[in-house]
């Protein structure tokens, strides 16, 4: 199984990603789930887990997410 990327993503910044949630205390952690409620122009929702990869290649094909 080969791994792709996302556009704008290196190895480098997943390593980045990966340190930041790896060393965040539980508290800080909750902290930023709470603030991503509070982004406006933004919805959380809850999907079916055999969803995430359509809903991920809709996200993926939308102009305005792709900065």
Do not use: C, F
């Amino acid at each position: 199984m080969s791994n792709k990327l996302p556009r704008d993503w290196s190895e480098d910044r997943i390593q980045k990603v990966l340190k930041h949630y790896d060393s965040q205390s539980e508290e800080d952690a909750v902290s930023e789930d709470e603030a991503a409620y509070e982004h406006d122009g933004q919805t959380i929702m809850e999907i079916p887990s055999e969803l995430v990869p359509k809903v991920r290649d809709l996200i993926a094909k939308n102009p305005s997410t792709n900065s």
